[in-house]
């Protein structure tokens, strides 16, 4: 968003005026500026302006402006206010001539005629729409009413005021009776030689404005929120033999982990089975018979948190879910390349400092062989009770974080999976959750933890670790994104 920039010549008793503005108006000083001004100030105006800008103008000023500059003397300032766009408060856009322009229509205006924009009947509204817009700042200039709209809708960034050393004791000023309260912090000021002083002011939001603006805010992160939950699988596939349970609990309103589960038959994704729902209780809930060629497991971890990490996590999902629904060469393709390509599209759309680690595996419904590519995450494990004794295998070889390296390269694994075998896939928010002596939960107390319950299902299993990694933390607040993907295969 563009900013806008009120610039105004003022008294030291504070009045701006510097013409009449109808027969019965008796100021009598007219332009009382001119004995102040010099080379020297015109140029720290001109500076103010900025190389570039656009002109919002009441249609009184409009009209002085365009009697003069058009025809002055070449000069760097005729060349701004010559080539900037005019946004123009008028109910005669008709009669507007010194372009570029575009006209705000006030209410009375009940027709636009060819080449001008109408923008809207509300003032304060058609503000804010040419602040979105794309281009230079904004610079208002000459128009009291205007002025005093947007101060009071807090419209207006920055307030230069060039104080002039007059005492006038009448004229229409800078701030009129019955203004609203308003705290400005100075930035900055300058005296000229001709003892004016230039003082740049940023505007301080109201308890008001800051309300709206948080209450704003808070609205569209819950959108965002809302958004992400639909990113994680609506339903979980139904694969004969393999029980499955994920989820994922954010540091704050959104988050930046990432996991999928995708039901892939005949190289396409499959129609997916049973409802995760909306808390870790009902992950593996109502399923829904069907079959399925492979089950694409997926878990990643974007570095940051909070909204930057959420938008990246969506360019994770979309371009995993990609090489996915494309099949990407069909099922004998090598999970390395699917990996580099996801990386070769992460990288493409995120700033060089962001990335992601990324786990990705493709079980085989029928042979239960995991096809497996780690990106540089925390190594997942399957763990296997063998003669009574625990075996635990760590799913750590494939490549480098995603999204870092344009030309990363990454190799596929394989692990035949048994029955009985679980497989944990998870963030570090899990496996680092912390007391308040800083104190990490760690893996090796994760995994004992699940082998301890073995017998539970995949959902108990799930809720089990997530329920001991709050105990260990014990009231600890949540410092990382927690996600869990739990796959037991029957015995």
Not at 71 to 89: C, E, F, H
Not at 214 to 242: D, H, M, S, Y
Not at 257 to 281: K, Q, R, T, V
């Amino acid at each position: 968003m563009r900013k806008l920039k009120i610039i105004e010549h003022i008294s030291l008793d504070g009045v701006i005026q510097m013409t009449t503005s109808g027969p019965e108006d008796d100021f009598p000083y007219g332009d009382w500026t001119a004995p102040f001004r010099s080379p020297a100030g015109l140029q720290v105006v001109t500076e103010m302006y900025g190389k570039t800008c656009d002109l919002l103008l009441g249609r009184r000023t409009y009209d002085s402006f365009a009697n003069y500059w058009p025809k002055a003397t070449k000069s760097p300032m005729g060349d701004r206010l010559n080539a900037a766009t005019k946004y123009v408060i008028t109910h005669r856009p008709e009669s507007l001539e010194w372009g570029p322009f575009e006209a705000i229509p006030t209410p009375s205006d009940t027709e636009h005629p060819a080449g001008t924009l109408a923008v809207g009947s509300d003032l304060v509204d058609s503000v804010r729409r040419i602040k979105a817009k794309n281009g230079p700042d904004l610079v208002l200039a000459g128009s009291l009413t205007l002025i005093s709209l947007l101060l009071e809708h807090g419209l207006a960034d920055e307030v230069v005021l060039l104080v002039n050393p007059i005492v006038l004791g009448k004229g229409k000023r800078f701030f009129a009776d019955g203004a609203l309260p308003r705290t400005f912090a100075l930035g900055s000021t300058r005296a000229m030689p001709s003892g004016i002083l230039v003082n740049v002011y940023k505007l301080i939001p109201t308890l008001a404005e800051e309300a709206v603006s948080r209450a704003k805010l808070e609205r569209e992160i819950e959108i965002a929120r809302e958004v992400q939950e639909r990113l994680f699988p609506q339903t979980f596939p139904n694969v004969a033999g393999v029980e499955m349970a994920a989820h994922c609990r954010p540091a704050q309103v959104v988050g930046g982990d990432y996991y999928d589960l995708i039901s892939i038959g005949d190289g396409a994704l499959a129609e997916a089975g049973h409802a995760p729902g909306e808390n870790i209780s009902s992950s593996a809930s109502r399923t829904v018979a069907h079959g399925c060629d492979r089950l694409g497991i997926a878990i990643g971890d974007i570095s940051g948190k909070g909204v930057p990490a959420a938008l990246l996590m969506a360019s994770l999902h979309a371009s995993l879910r990609g090489q996915v629904l494309s099949g990407a060469g069909g099922p004998g393709t090598d999970l390395g390349t699917k990996m580099a390509n996801v990386n070769r599209l992460l990288y493409d759309a995120s700033d060089s400092n962001r990335y992601a680690t990324v786990f990705y595996a493709e079980l085989d419904c029928d042979s239960r062989t995991l096809h497996y590519v780690n990106g540089g995450h925390n190594p997942p494990a399957v763990l296997r009770k063998k003669d009574g004794a625990w075996q635990v295998f760590r799913l750590g070889d494939g490549g480098p974080v995603v999204g870092l390296l344009a030309g990363a390269a990454y190799k596929e694994q394989m692990l035949p999976l048994l029955p009985g075998d679980i497989l944990l896939a998870f963030t570090d928010g899990i496996s680092e959750a912390m007391n308040s002596a800083e104190d990490e939960w760690g893996e090796d107390r994760m995994i004992a933890e699940a082998q301890a319950h073995s017998d539970l299902n995949a959902t108990e299993l799930l809720q089990r670790l997530f329920r001991a990694a709050d105990a260990f933390a014990a009231g600890a607040s949540q410092h990382d994104d927690m996600t869990l993907v739990v796959l037991r295969i029957a015995g």
